[in-house]
């Protein structure tokens, strides 16, 4: 009777709503290998920019190359990009998913643990979705700081009227790189 009762059990569709089982820890091996190239491009475009017209040039080609440089490093079926909380281009504002994983790393920082451990994976509505903590550095300061140049201030406002992504200290939790790519079942 007992054994009979199980077999019914089983024939129950589970599977149907349980998601297919996924090596998450491939998949999250493969998006942290995307990160440093991403990041190293990002930074190399900015000093760049910086030596060549200083700050202001340097928010300038931020504005035109960021989005082509998280394009370029999203290598199918991976999606690339950046987000964060307060968020300078409002393109990069989170997504619920997103907001929410943002707001975790967000108490975790602020109950000390250290911001390189801020890292998430999972497998949400059919895509592996990974989120990785970006920390504030000094360099960063000029244009995240609360002691932006006027000259740059003027340019950020033209450019971003609605910019948050200011009055960071070093140190701070500034946003995060967000990878995605769809599975294949
Ligand atoms: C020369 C000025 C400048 C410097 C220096 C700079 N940023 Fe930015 N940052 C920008 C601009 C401009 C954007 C908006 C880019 C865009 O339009 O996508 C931005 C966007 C971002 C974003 C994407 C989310 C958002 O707010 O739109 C993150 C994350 C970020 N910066 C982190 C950093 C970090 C970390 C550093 C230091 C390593 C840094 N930035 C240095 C100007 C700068």
């Not at 920019?49 to 370029?72: D, H, M, R, S």
């Not at 975790?108 to 990974?130: D, I």
């Not at 609605?162 to 790189?177: H, I, M, S, V, Y």
Request: net charge neutral.
């Amino acid at each position: 009777m007992k054994r009979r009762y199980l077999m019914l059990l089983s024939l129950l569709p589970l599977g149907l709503h349980a998601a297919p089982a996924v090596d998450t820890s491939q998949l999250q091996s493969e998006a942290q290998a995307l990160i440093p190239p991403f990041q190293q491009q990002l930074l190399a475009t900015v000093k760049q920019a910086v030596a060549e017209g200083g700050p202001a040039k340097a928010v300038e080609a931020c504005n035109l190359l960021a989005p082509g440089i998280a394009a370029q490093h999203s290598k199918a079926p991976w999606q690339v990009g950046r987000t964060a909380l307060k968020v300078r281009n409002p393109d990069n504002a989170p997504d619920a998913w997103e907001r929410q994983v943002l707001e975790q790393f967000a108490q975790r920082a602020a109950a000390g643990e250290p911001l390189e451990q801020l890292r998430h994976g999972e497998v949400v509505n059919g895509e592996y979705r990974y989120l990785q903590a970006i920390g504030t550095a000094e360099a960063c300061l000029g244009c995240h700081g609360s002691n932006i140049k006027p000259e740059l201030l003027t340019l950020l406002d033209q450019h971003y009227p609605q910019d948050q992504a200011r009055g960071f200290k070093e140190g701070d939790l500034r946003g995060a790189f967000s990878l995605r790519r769809p599975l294949d079942r």
